[in-house]
């Protein structure tokens, strides 16, 4: 199974345009389009009844409080931990694309109220919910400190799945469907993008390991 992008290559710079938060010379970010990036896939193993895609950020700061603090750089070695921007399931097994822009992208103060997800899909909480006063479900794109000496990567992970519908109800966390789905999978690839709003990193691609990125289960 192969998941692509017409928006980036495997290790390359995700767009401004997908990202929660962009540069700004002057104030150093300022609010970007949000929009989610072109995926398409194929190779779906034989018995595939939905699909589940997840992005994730592996490299977030475990300690917020550094984030963003002039003359005072994130290093390299501060400890890191997943954090949550998307996740999508019950997908069903003949769709093998997502739109730039199908999910919702609008920017909203308080967070969006389970919106309905495309393709008859559902969605699970992402992790701008965490910090803010309401719930945030579909996708919501980059947005790492700027004084962050490390490019972030965001690791978007499809699962092929082996029943049509994830036995998750309520508002499901992040875990809570992590934990739901990997009895079921049939098969994984991963596509990672890379983004950063410190200016005095160059954004070349990298080499990234497809095993072991995928979210903890």
């Given at each position: ?88 399931f019950d997908l069903p097994a003949g769709l093998s694309e997502i ?119």
């Amino acid at each position: 199974m192969k998941l692509s992008s017409t928006l980036f290559t495997h290790g390359g710079q995700l767009p401004a345009d997908c990202a929660f938060c962009c540069f700004d010379p002057i104030r150093r970010t300022r609010l970007s389009s949000n929009l989610n990036p072109q995926l398409s896939w194929s190779g779906a193993p034989q018995g595939t009844y939905s699909f589940a895609l997840i992005c994730h950020d592996p490299d977030a700061p475990s300690c917020s409080e550094e984030a963003n603090r002039e003359g005072r750089p994130l290093p390299a070695a501060v400890p890191r931990v997943d954090f949550f921007h998307w996740l999508v399931f019950d997908l069903p097994a003949g769709l093998s694309e997502i739109r730039k822009g199908e999910c919702p992208s609008q920017v909203v103060a308080h967070g969006q109220a389970a919106p309905p997800a495309p393709h008859g899909a559902r969605y699970g909480l992402n992790d701008f919910t965490e910090g803010t006063s309401g719930d945030h479900y579909g996708y919501d794109g980059p947005c790492p400190p700027w004084n962050d000496d490390i490019p972030h990567r965001y690791c978007f992970t499809l699962y092929a799945l082996d029943l049509e519908h994830l036995p998750v109800t309520g508002r499901p966390e992040p875990a809570a469907v992590i934990r739901a789905l990997h009895p079921h999978v049939l098969a994984e690839t991963q596509i990672v993008g890379l983004y950063s709003l410190n200016p005095a990193l160059r954004l070349a691609p990298i080499s990234v390991g497809i095993e072991g990125r995928s979210p903890a289960k």
